[in-house]
């Protein structure tokens, strides 16, 4: 089983890379799997129908306290610690219960739920989380993010939060990087 993940911010195009990925690596033969892995494993446990009914991003509950002090709290402690686990259940999942014969591309991965979990502190978490075989990250400027962007709420989440994103996004992303300015035409 080779692992793909398409990485980057809000924005970047991932779902639609990783889409056109899938049918392309269909085309020539290749058995492939699309997935959401924040999402995958909590469907598969409540047996949702919808990909995006459960959500578990702890975005909401971090760009709040962004602006105030930080404090180490037994929840946030709690929260990290349930995420942690949670992701690596879905890994180990994956891992296990997929057809190992596939190519599974995953439309993000865990580095930014990581990142709302445990702020900066997300990079040592995710370097020891289990890489995928290989990630793409699809880079531009803020701005084009910000202008593709389809939720209100990721477009309320401030620059700063972003940036900071990104930032992880530059200082983990040892793989392949694409610029993602143009528009899907091109």
Known sequence: MTIIAIIGPDGCGKTTQARM?????????????YIHPTFLLLNVLTLSKSRH?????PRRAYTSQMNSPKKLSIQRMSMGLLGYLYALATY??????????????????FYQFFFDLFGKGSEKIARFFPKPDVAFL???DLDVFYSRM???????????????????????????CFHSSRCKSQ
């Open 150 to 176: 389809i939720s209100s709420f990721d477009a309320s989440v401030s620059r700063d939060y972003y940036t900071d994103v990104i930032d992880l996004y530059r200082t983990l992303s040892q793989k392949i």
């Open 92 to 109: 180990v999942y994956i891992k296990l219960y997929l057809d190992r014969s596939r190519m599974v591309v995953c439309d993000r991965y």
């Open 53 to 57: 009914a459960s959500p578990v991003s």
């Open 138 to 140: 699809l880079d531009a």
């Open 21 to 33: 990925l899938v049918n392309r690596l269909s085309e020539i033969g290749c058995n492939t799997i």
